[in-house]
């Protein structure tokens, strides 16, 4: 296996009303910390109210997976 690294964007598109934004960023947040060790994956998450920007890493096929299923 190698290591390969995808770094991608996305517009936010979570709606803050009534402190929405926090309670989906705290679920993101606590989804990936379950599901991407088991997968070997790793990474990070940035965001600034309007994007999202993220790393993960790990085995291609697996972080390729990993992507589908965010952008779905």
Request: hydrophobic fraction near 35%.
């Amino acid at each position: 296996m190698y290591l390969s690294r995808l770094l991608y964007y996305s517009v936010n598109r979570v709606d803050n009303q009534n402190g929405t934004l926090q309670q989906e960023l705290k679920e993101i947040m606590l989804a990936s910390q379950r599901n991407n060790p088991p997968l070997g994956v790793s990474g990070a998450l940035i965001f600034n109210y309007n994007y999202f920007a993220q790393v993960l890493e790990g085995d291609r096929k697996v972080i390729t997976h990993v992507f589908n299923k965010c952008t779905q």
